[in-house]
């Protein structure tokens, strides 16, 4: 029978209430995250085991009567250590091949739960294990795999093997970018487009005038800004982590929580965020309607001078909407090279459509559904909290759902998720997980729970097609390199000239008219 002991918690936080485990579940403390074993670390418990004999044997030796038998008490003691010691060797060995718990699981799980950690006045959640991880591939069983892989992905994405979907996810098969849709407020124009350009790099549409839309979307950092957090007007720090707009045109809604219709939408409530850009329409009317060369941008552009809200947001949307992805390596291998893919990446290909899961809601062009829904990394109940669309709705089912990103250019856009507190394998290792749960997650309308951040609010609703993966550590270096294949090369962007207010260009000339004419020279 396996050896058991209580153990106060296995993992850091208090996350699980004092439980019974086997020995062999106590990694990492015997075992490394790959699950192999830690040579130091298996002497611990035979050092408590050989302090306590030899404290016993101490009590017994003071209280021999008979000094001539003591030599051959002290062998005796050194007999019965080693084979207490060989014997709590041999339970090891065969505990570990039969426990219950696998140290990977253990360790996988510790790091799930640590994500999400429930408040301290809150019932501990039940450990949900995840299936243990599949075996590696030998190397010539790989070898055969990824030439199996070859022959299905090299014919056309119809006749591509059926992806892992659920049972009512309307889903895409993965493609090139196509032509976005013409704006949804009025159609776009060369003179429109270069109009927008201009305005996306300019400060001056801020109320302080130190932050243009550039600012957070840089296309040197895949037009988003690498921060965790964005920052705000005065270096305010702002609540998510700033999304990458290539491609922003192609999706049906913006933001984190989809409160944008469109690009002109996101781009008015962005100028308007006092957190933001704390503009005013007045305000804008005022700066650029003061500037000839704005002016001029403004006629050709929409046939007259007139500066307004709708118009700025239009052109800034316009100019948005030219920026597109679709000359990754992956692109390049839809479109018949058939070696842009490195072996790594066309097994995670293969992954990412069916064991993985990741197909039904990074679907597509875009790999995203467009779609809401809910990871449960909410940080309910801290002071980080973000409980997403709930914010915007108030609805019950929409607390923790956020909008699936777009994987394109994934690599060039971390720290990742709406908090930014990710890192790209961290990210994996959660999915592979289940990611977290919360207790009563899917009974929310029921237990909406109370707490200094939260007030009364309902639970963050977990995704039904978040589910425990069982992938190994080559799987997840296969999908790392899959979706290290939808990098964009790198281009660099040069801002445009902005336009000089009519009072600097006056004083512009009137230097330029009093220097000396060897100096103009």
């Not at 050709?300 to 307004?308: P, Q």
């Amino acid at each position: 029978m396996p050896i058991r002991l209580v153990f106060p918690s296995v993992c850091s936080g208090n996350v699980h209430s004092e439980r019974t485990v086997s020995l062999t579940a106590v990694a990492p403390r015997l075992y490394t995250r790959d699950g192999q074993f830690k040579t130091g670390a298996l002497f611990t418990p035979y050092h408590d085991l050989t302090g306590t004999v030899t404290r016993a044997w101490h009590i017994f030796e003071t209280h021999l009567p008979l000094k001539r038998f003591r030599k051959l008490c002290e062998v005796l003691r050194d007999l019965i250590l080693k084979v207490a010691i060989l014997l709590m060797l041999v339970l090891f060995i065969v505990q570990g091949s039969g426990a219950s718990l696998s140290a990977q699981e253990t360790a996988s799980t510790c790091e799930v739960n640590a994500t999400n950690r429930e408040p301290e006045t809150t019932a501990s959640p039940s450990v949900a294990l995840k299936p243990k991880a599949r075996a590696v591939r030998s190397i010539e069983e790989r070898s055969q795999h990824i030439q199996r892989l070859r022959k299905e992905y090299e014919l056309p994405t119809s006749n591509w093997p059926a992806p892992a979907v659920d049972a009512g996810v309307k889903w895409r098969e993965l493609g090139t970018i196509e032509a976005p849709p013409v704006s949804a407020l009025a159609p776009t124009s060369p003179a429109k487009i270069q109009l927008g350009r201009v305005l996306f790099f300019d400060p001056r549409l801020s109320r302080t005038k130190e932050m243009a839309c550039a600012s957070c979307h840089d296309p040197d950092l895949g037009w988003a800004d690498g921060r965790m957090s964005a920052f705000g007007l005065g270096r305010t720090i702002l609540a998510r982590n700033t999304p990458s707009i290539l491609n922003a045109s192609l999706q049906p809604a913006l933001f984190w929580d989809s409160r944008a219709r469109n690009l002109e939408d996101q781009a008015r409530q962005v100028l308007l965020n006092p957190k933001e850009m704390g503009a005013t329409e007045a305000d804008l009317i005022a700066t650029l309607g003061n500037i000839s060369e704005y002016r001029v941008l403004f006629q050709e552009a929409f046939g007259s001078e007139s500066v307004s809200l709708d118009r700025v947001s239009q052109a800034i949307a316009a100019f948005e909407t030219t920026l597109l992805g679709g000359r990754s390596p992956f692109d390049r291998f839809l479109n018949g090279q058939s070696q842009a893919l490195s072996d790594s990446a066309l097994v995670g290909l293969d992954l990412f459509r069916r064991e993985a899961r990741c197909i039904n809601c990074h679907h597509g062009p875009t790999f995203s559904d467009g779609q809401l829904h809910g990871l449960n990394i909410s940080h309910y109940g801290n002071k980080r909290e973000d409980l997403g669309r709930y914010n915007v709705t108030g609805a019950a089912q929409d607390s923790g759902l956020f909008r699936t990103p777009s994987l394109r250019n994934v690599t060039a856009t971390g720290p990742y998720m709406h908090s930014g507190l990710f890192e790209l394998d961290e990210l994996l290792t959660l999915y592979n997980a289940g990611m977290p749960r919360t207790p009563h997650a899917n009974d929310n309308s029921k237990t909406p729970r109370s707490s200094q951040y939260s007030g009364t609010k309902p639970l963050p609703v977990k995704s039904p097609l978040l589910k425990p993966l069982g992938l190994n550590s080559q799987d997840l270096q296969d999908l790392a390199s899959f979706l290290e294949a939808l990098a964009e090369p790198r281009i660099r962007i040069r801002p445009p000239e902005l336009p000089a207010s009519d009072s600097q260009r006056e004083l512009t000339n009137q230097k330029a008219a009093s220097r000396p004419a060897d100096e103009s020279s």
